[in-house]
Nanobody, 111 residues
Framework: QVQLVESGGGLVQPGGSLRLSCVAP????????MNWYRQAPGKERELVAT???????NYADSVKGRFTISRDNAKNTLYLQMNSLKPEDTAVYYC?????WGKGTLVTVSS
């Protein structure tokens, strides 16, 4: 069974930073575009950021300039550096590759 495992979520004050990590099986990680999604309470899941195997990135407008997606191919690990966090960034963040999903990690931005 393919497992993607996220970590790094937590409670942070507005303006703060967090870094999320996602470890994926090498067979998945090295040949696929990797994505971060998020789902806020009562809202649909939305794409936050994407990184291709050539490290080309794309971001949702709502996070541009604040979030940075990156990948370490040697460690099969995907990252999401989140800076200048806002209360509206509160959500469960999911790692995704093709049809595979992690269980998510909760990010709460609140004072």
């Amino acid at each position: 069974q393919v497992q993607l495992v996220e970590s790094g979520g937590g409670l942070v004050q507005p303006g703060g930073s967090l870094r999320l990590s996602c470890v994926a099986p090498r067979s998945i990680f090295t040949i696929n575009t990797m994505n971060w999604y998020r789902q806020a309470p009562g809202k649909e899941r939305e794409l936050v950021a994407t990184i291709t195997i050539l490290a080309r990135t794309n971001y949702a407008d709502s996070v541009k300039g604040r979030f940075t997606i990156s990948r370490d191919n040697a460690k099969n690990t995907l990252y999401l550096q989140m800076n200048s966090l806002k209360p509206e960034d509160t959500a469960v963040y999911y790692c995704n590759a093709i049809q595979y999903w992690g269980k998510g990690t909760l990010v709460t931005v609140s004072s």
